[in-house]
């Protein structure tokens, strides 16, 4: 059973940059595909960036695009979401999840909270003005 755990949030300025970390263990971590989602207060919970079982593809929402960069390394079984020139509308809490797979393509619903059976935690990021 894979577990993750969640760290770094902290309440920051606008135009800080924090570096969240997502540490797993219970399962070769290599074989999942690992998402970073955020939920804001009244908000549905929102896909915010995602990395391939072996970090060969990434993807981002439209809002984090050029501000947010997700990376892995699967021999410490972590991965990392750097997050620059964070907003107040950042202000949410943030959760890393992961699913199983056997391919390194990351499938067309890759970005559905429904497709990872893991979660975290999760772990609360404030951005103030």
């Known amino acids: 059973q894979l577990q993750l755990v969640e760290s770094g949030g902290g309440l920051v300025q606008a135009g800080d940059s924090l570096r969240l970390s997502c540490a797993a263990s219970?399962?070769?971590?290599?074989?999942?595909?690992v998402g970073w989602f955020r939920q804001a207060p009244g908000k549905e919970r929102e896909c915010v960036a995602v990395i391939s079982r072996r970090g060969f593809i990434t993807k981002y929402g439209d809002s984090v695009k050029g501000r947010f960069t997700i990376t892995r390394d699967n021999n410490k079984n972590t991965v990392y979401l750097q997050m620059n020139s964070l907003q107040p509308e950042y202000t949410a809490v943030y959760y890393c999840?992961?699913?199983?797979?056997?391919?390194?393509?990351?499938?067309?619903?890759?970005?559905?909270?429904?497709?990872?059976?893991?979660w975290g935690q999760g772990t609360q990021v404030t951005v103030s003005s």
């Open positions: 219970g399962g070769t971590f290599s074989g999942f595909h």
């Open positions: 999840a992961a699913f199983r797979s056997i391919g390194d393509a990351l499938p067309p619903d890759y970005y559905r909270r429904e497709k990872y059976n893991y």
